[in-house]
């Protein structure tokens, strides 16, 4: 059994500066000459595009809801594999779950499956000794999470980080690993989805002061110590060990527009035979030669809408490989982009491909998010009738049909609770507004690939 140096960053709550942490102890180590494999808890595109940028690696998602123990184990093992140390950022509060009396989904749900020690994010702006009691109680709140480390975020001077380290280690047995100084040059900054993605960027030399600032004040020797302090992870071969031989070329919208993909799932629909190919709907005038499959993923399509409308050869060629029975996969973004007019967050109407009859409008006070178990009610590209699947809603938009519109799969939430329909389809082409993650139905692939390469043959 490998050992798999590890460690999980936690947050107290949300907004304590959790995923700057992390983003200057990866880029800390990166410069330290260390292989880091980040990992991202939850259901999150964002953090991981920042990850891959502070390390040069493939940051993976990895939740206890969607995927369960045993399989984010694989992803885990697979991605870790040549890995110096692996540091997984968490999701919201370390206890914040699904439900509020189980940890399912939660931060401390996977720091347990991965048997992780955890490093916990303070904000110790405005505390002092307060700061023991915090602590006291996230380690005796689940016994079996093993908070082993503390790191404090925005504290101005050594002399008040002093003051946190001593009421910290005289009160409890986790140790202090440092602080981080307020620096407006480190935040990166937010929109409605969440933080810009990592391409949006304009000074690449975030990250190396994201490092630095760890280099000066974070003790990174005690750090990869206790990413070495737990034993070997037991762990089984992963779902993509196994690789079929390419026999279909699939068409990956990748641009400002669409940019949020699960990293497993385009290694799965790789494994089952498909050969990736980049494209952008927002730059190019057509798509590649010789596609069997589009795969439309989500992002910000609502802030792109003149550029997307505008860019009518790349409509047109999308609309017609629908028509004629290609293979399209699409995802939140990718389904509004398919409609027949997209509507901003002005009121401003775009016109986008049209292959369903459809009107997508942004809501800024209309937010739809959740964890969502989907069963496909009737046989269509990801399988057939009776599979099931999981994934995540995160949206600001609604549709508006303009005709009937047909759909394929039923959706419930992490309660079990029905949330109505999903997956709008006609012809070969599925829009959901759920993103799935097929590690949870490696079987999506498959159908996918097995749907494309049938369709022009």
Request: with cysteine.
């Amino acid at each position: 059994m490998k050992q798999y140096p590890r460690v999980v960053i936690a947050g107290t709550h949300s907004g304590v500066g959790k995923t700057t942490a992390t983003l200057a102890i990866l880029a800390a180590l990166r410069e330290r000459g260390r292989q880091v494999q980040p990992f991202k808890a939850g259901p999150d595109f964002i953090d991981p595009s920042h990850h891959r940028a502070a390390t040069g690696r493939q940051s993976r998602n990895l939740d206890g809801w969607m995927l369960g123990a045993q399989r984010n184990r694989e992803i885990f093992a697979r991605a870790a594999e040549d890995a110096d140390i692996s540091v997984i950022e968490g999701m919201m509060g370390l206890f914040d779950s699904s439900s509020p009396v189980s940890d399912r989904g939660s931060t401390a749900e996977l720091a347990k499956q991965l048997d992780a020690p955890v490093i916990l994010v303070i904000d110790g702006s405005a505390v002092a000794r307060s700061a023991a009691a915090m602590v006291a109680g996230y380690t005796r709140f689940d016994s079996a999470v093993h908070v082993a480390g503390v790191l404090f975020n925005r504290v101005s001077s050594e002399s008040h980080y002093k003051l946190l380290k001593t009421a910290v280690e005289n009160a409890t047995n986790v140790m202090a690993l440092g602080y981080l100084c307020p620096d407006p040059e480190l935040i990166i900054t937010g929109r409605h989805l969440g933080l810009t993605m990592a391409h949006e960027q304009r000074d690449r030399r975030l990250y190396h002061r994201l490092a630095k600032a760890a280099l000066d004040t974070v003790d990174l020797d005690r750090i990869e110590a206790l990413a070495s302090s737990h034993g070997p992870l037991v762990h089984a071969v992963g779902p993509i060990a196994h690789r079929r031989l390419k026999t279909v070329r699939i068409g990956v919208a990748q641009d400002q527009a669409f940019c949020f993909y699960y990293a497993d799932n385009l290694e799965l629909l790789a494994a089952e035979g498909g050969e990736l190919v980049v494209f952008s709907p927002l730059h190019d005038a057509k798509l590649p030669d010789d596609l069997g499959m589009l795969y439309l993923g989500g992002g910000y399509p609502e802030l792109h809408g003149p550029a997307l409308a505008a860019n009518r050869l790349m409509k047109s060629a999308i609309k017609q490989f629908g028509e004629q029975g290609g293979t399209i996969y699409a995802e939140c973004g990718g389904m509004m982009y398919l409609t027949q007019g997209l509507r901003d967050f002005d009121g401003r109407l775009h016109e986008m491909v049209g292959l369903f009859a459809a009107e997508a409008t942004m809501q800024r006070s209309r937010m739809t998010v959740g964890y969502r178990s989907l069963e496909v009610a009737q046989s269509s590209v990801i399988g057939p009738a009776g599979l099931t699947a999981r994934g995540h809603e995160f949206h600001y938009s609604t549709i508006s049909p303009k005709a009937t519109l047909a759909y394929a799969c039923k959706l419930t939430d992490a309660e079990g609770k029905s949330k109505g329909r999903d997956g709008m389809c006609i012809l070969n082409t599925l829009g959901l507004y759920t993103h799935l993650h097929f590690g949870s139905q490696p079987t999506c692939a498959t159908a996918l690939v097995d749907s494309a390469s049938s369709t022009f043959q």
